[in-house]
């Protein structure tokens, strides 16, 4: 069964930490996976990884896949209180299908 | 331009009742999700739509669940004779092409509630 394990679910920092999210995974045909910041109803689009080694960096965020070992880390560096929110991570298969993990929610203190 | 807009932005229904969710993808996006979220639960995934081919149904959780889109644009998720567990945020989302190739663009959800 295709599934997705995020750690830890709950996080709590202080404004300029740097914390590293991780996700696992087990999944056929993997394609691609996917992070989203979840604030309110809707996730924001983060990254999608599709290939070993190559780090994605978008600003205080960075992102790195190991399709060996089959895990991802979401690093955020300098932390600020609107990086508060639920992190999801999310497998792609060429079945089309999504699986997501529970999320991890952070919370950044000022 | 616009982005991905949902309607209603909240539903009350109560149990056994049929509702519909519409979905108004960004124009030009072939690609179009929708997503579940139950509270406390992560996103799940239900159907996807894909160009005029036929869509992915597998993540729906049961046959009271339907989905069309009509023209290639605007889709339409109906859950007929609501239950209590059906209570959620339905996500919708659009992308440019292909899936797992390109950015997904999410609007706002619908959140249901059945009593």
């Known amino acids: 069964e295709d599934k997705v394990v995020q750690s830890p679910l709950s996080l709590v920092v202080h404004e300029g930490d740097t914390v590293t999210l991780n996700c696992s995974y087990e999944?056929?045909?993997?394609?691609?996976l996917l992070w989203y910041k979840q604030e309110k109803k809707a996730p924001t689009f983060l990254f999608m990884l599709t290939s070993s080694g190559i780090e994605k960096k978008s600003g205080r965020l960075s992102s790195i896949l190991d399709k060996k070992e089959l895990f991802s880390i979401l690093n955020i560096t300098a932390t600020q209180t609107g990086d508060s929110a639920i992190y999801l991570c999310?497998?792609?298969?060429?079945?089309?299908?999504?699986?997501f993990g529970p999320g991890t929610r952070l919370s950044v203190l000022p | 331009g616009a982005g991905v807009s949902q309607s209603p932005s909240n539903k009350v229904t109560e149990k056994g009742k049929d509702v519909e969710l519409r979905c108004d993808p960004i124009?030009?996006?072939?690609?179009l999700y929708w997503y579940r979220q139950s509270l406390g639960q992560g996103l799940e995934f239900l159907i996807y739509?894909?160009?005029?081919?036929?869509?992915?149904k597998s993540g729906l959780p049961s046959d009271r669940f339907s989905a069309e889109r009509t023209g290639g644009s605007v889709s339409t998720l109906t859950i007929q004779r609501t239950q209590q567990e059906d209570s959620a945020v339905y996500l919708c989302?659009?992308?440019?092409?292909?899936?797992?190739?390109?950015?997904?663009?999410f609007g706002p959800g619908t959140r249901l509630l059945v009593l």
């Open positions: 739509f894909q160009g005029n081919s036929a869509p992915d």
């Open positions: 999310a497998v792609n298969n060429y079945g089309q299908n999504f699986v």
């Open positions: 999944v056929t045909n993997f394609r691609s």
């Open positions: 124009s030009g996006h072939t690609a």
């Open positions: 989302a659009s992308s440019v092409g292909l899936l797992g190739q390109e950015t997904q663009y």
